[in-house]
Every structure is written in C-alpha cells, then in structure tokens.
C-alpha cells in the first residue's frame, strides 16, 4: 500500500519517480513499475572494493530530480549487507533535506543487523529526529520467524492530528480493494511480544543471540574455505552484516552449485547465512571453492 500511496498522492507528479539502489530486493522493481511509479537506480555497491559505494550513492540522489521518492534500507541491505555508517546517514539526510527528497525506508532485518534491535533502528530515527516526513514499509516476516503470516507495517509521519485522519482515509480505501484485511494471527503474536516487557526482553535477547549464530557462520565459512584451499579474498563475506552473504560469484557459479552440489542460492551470488550449521558448513566451503577456484569472485550488479 506504501507505493500506491506515493503514486496516487504525491503532488504535480504525473509519475512520481522512486530511486531504488543497485543492487536491491530483486521484487522491488516489479512491485514499484506495478503501481505506476517509474524506477530508476542509484549507485550502493562497488564491485571493485566489495563494499558500499558511498560516493556514487549520494552523487546519484544529488542529480536526482528535486522531490524524488528515495528507497533506503534502514539496516543489513539486502543483499549486500553493507550499511552506511552513523555519520554517513546523517550526510545523506542532509543532502535529501536539500532536494526534497521523500524518505521511503525498507526494514525487513531489524535485529539481524548488528544483534541490538533498538540499535538497527538508528538510521531511522536519524531521519524522524531530522524531521523528514518518514514513509516506513516493515516486515517482521524474518526477525519474527513469521516468513508464511507475511506480517509487516506501513507507517507515515504526519505532522498533526488532521493529517493523520486524511491520511489514514485514503489508506483505507487503498487497502480495501487491495487485501481487505490483513492476517490477525503474525500481528497478534508481534504486539503481543513488543507490548509485554518481559517478551521483549525475551525477543531482543533471542534476537541478538540468532545474529550472534549468524556472524559466527561468517567466520565459519571463511576459515573453512581457507581450508579447502582457496586463496581468494572473502574479507568482504565477514565485514558483511545480516542474514546474508554477497559472495562475489556469477550466475555459472551458482548454477554449478545448485546442480552439482544442491546448494540453493540467488543467481546473484547471495547465499543465506541461517541456513548454515556447524555440519555443513563444511561442505558448502568445499562446494564454493569447487566452483570458484581460479576464477573471479569480484561482485556485478
């Protein structure tokens, strides 16, 4: 509903523009182009360093057009898992203040990002303390482990009462035509946990503790495919954040991976972290080494 809210509302656009990074969630571009907003990409990942490609990135939303929709992930980008620092997100607010850029964050990973829920919220509210009027799509599909209840929020900053009310009556007759209603059960069980102090301390702890497993499978792999004998560079793989890892291997690679090893992972090179374990980890670093040894590993997008 957050896009069709954009794309029927903002003013003088008769197709509002919305930036997406490259690389992103691979069904943003479908659903954006679906409710009528035209897609286009900023910079975010630098195949050379493996890592966060800061200048591009806010050189693109500078050339921008002024009053541009702005996806941001607000932690653990998928799928690279590299962030912008705190000093960083202070910058890009800065420059967005100046182009009137609209704020449009994803957060599908809070938690996952750096252990500390509270903490991977940062970035976000940076943007609501700067006063941008946020615009905030969360999933709590993975953090929650309610992958099939597809449970998640819209939320719009409004900056009073009224505003609220119309904005909440347009969503309304977005939605009804859209879902109707949403699945009780996957938001029951979130505001049941988040609304209890004990659950919540439970969750954060339990929280921190799966990203915790999760790092540690990072360091497991490198060190298990140093092991098998590679002798790439797979720093990019632990400095990484996040449920996944953007290895830097083609689509051949993955290919090869899949039918010969019954390995599953995107074509981009993104593998999930939590489906690693201290059994076959070893395994899956024999595989990728098979398929990379003596061949490139550096990321495209």
């Known amino acids: 509903s957050a896009d069709t809210f954009f794309s029927k509302f903002l003013p003088d656009e008769e197709k509002p523009i ?22 286009r990409r900023y910079r975010y990942y ?3 360093t493996n890592g966060l490609d800061y200048d591009g990135m806010v050189q693109d939303l500078k050339d921008a057009p002024d009053g541009s929709i702005i996806l941001l992930h607000a932690c653990a980008h998928n799928p690279t898992g590299c962030d912008p620092t705190l000093q960083q997100w202070k910058d890009i607010s800065d420059m967005m203040k100046e182009k009137s850029h609209h704020v449009f964050f994803d957060s599908a990973y809070q938690g996952f990002a750096s252990g500390d829920a509270e903490h991977d919220a940062e970035a976000l509210r940076l943007f609501v303390k700067e ?4 615009a905030l799509a969360q999933s709590f599909a993975k953090n ?10 819209f939320s719009l900053l409004c900056n009073n009462a009224d505003e609220r009310e119309k904005v909440m009556s347009q969503l309304k007759l977005i939605i ?40 540690q499978m990072r360091l497991l792999l490198v060190e298990k495919l140093k092991e ?11 400095n990484q954040i996040g449920m996944f890892a953007f290895t830097g291997m083609n689509s051949d690679m993955c290919d090869e991976l899949t039918s010969e090893y019954a390995i599953f992972l995107t ?34 997008s």
Request: net charge negative; hydrophobic share 30%; with cysteine.
């Open 228 to 238: 098998a004998g590679s002798v790439h560079d797979w720093s990019h793989v632990t």
């Open 267 to 300: 074509r981009d090179g993104r593998i999930s972290l939590a489906g690693l374990n201290d059994n076959n980890v070893e395994y899956v670093a024999k595989a990728i080494h098979s398929v990379t040894d003596g061949k490139s590993i550096t990321t495209s």
């Open 176 to 215: 009804r035509p859209m879902y109707s209603s949403p699945p009780i059960h996957g938001s029951s069980i979130v505001r049941t946990v988040l609304t209890d102090d004990e659950l919540r301390g439970q969750y954060y702890e339990e929280c921190s503790h799966m990203a915790g497993r999760i790092k």
């Open 18 to 39: 919305i930036y997406i990074p490259t690389p992103t969630w691979g069904n943003h571009i479908a659903i954006f182009r679906e409710c009528g907003l035209e897609v």
């Open 46 to 48: 630098d195949s050379s």
């Open 131 to 134: 006063g941008h009027t946020v």
């Open 144 to 153: 929650f482990g309610l992958y099939g209840e597809r449970c998640g929020t």
